[in-house]
């Protein structure tokens, strides 16, 4: 019956913070100080797994500086990191993730990935197994777009769909299409 949350800054590192907040008590709990070491400056929401766990991202920190994916179990207040964002496998995520049909994580990175230019990725709370599915290609710009921004959502037709900040004919960005069954990207509309 709580809510849960994250701030980008502040805390006692100035890093952002995980709380919970009581709205029957009107109580604000502190649960979490990021460190920079295990994450820092999250972005998004939280998100709830069918684990229980809470499960989000930061936008910088973990041990390359590029942010880290990480879960939150509010019945015991433990913090676990899972993955280290490298600038290979995607970099700097401005957004939330959400849990597809089958079960996995699926997010996206503004950076990152073969070019820089952001990756799409699944993430498996089961096996911790993290798969870069799309990297954005700079070369690609105006078919494509470039550097994705927010969050994926799971339409009734299984597909994912999303937008980037960048590119596109008229290069402000685009709504796209992810088929995770087949990997196939979709550009859908032009901003």
Request: aromatic share 14%; proline share 4%.
């Amino acid at each position: 019956g709580k809510l849960y949350g994250m701030t980008n800054s502040g805390g006692s590192n100035d890093n952002g913070v995980i709380f919970s907040f009581n709205p029957s008590a009107g109580t604000y709990t502190k649960l979490r100080d990021f460190d920079g070491v295990n994450g820092a400056y999250p972005s998004g929401s939280l998100i709830q797994a069918n684990d229980g766990k809470l499960y989000s991202m930061t936008g910088s920190g973990g041990s390359g500086g590029y942010g880290v994916i990480f879960s939150f179990d509010p019945s015991s207040s433990t913090y676990t990191k899972l993955k280290d964002f490298d600038n290979t496998n995607g970099g700097e995520p401005y957004g939330s993730l959400m849990q597809a049909k089958d079960g996995k994580l699926y997010g996206m990175t503004a950076y990152g990935g073969s070019d820089g230019d952001g990756v799409i990725f699944s993430f498996d709370p089961t096996t911790s197994t993290y798969t870069k599915l799309k990297d954005f290609d700079v070369t690609d710009i105006v078919t494509n777009g470039v550097q994705p921004w927010g969050n994926l959502m799971q339409a009734s037709d299984g597909k994912m769909y999303g937008i980037t900040s960048l590119g596109g004919a008229n290069s402000h960005g685009v709504i796209f299409s992810f088929d995770p069954l087949t990997l196939t990207y979709t550009k859908q509309k032009d901003f």
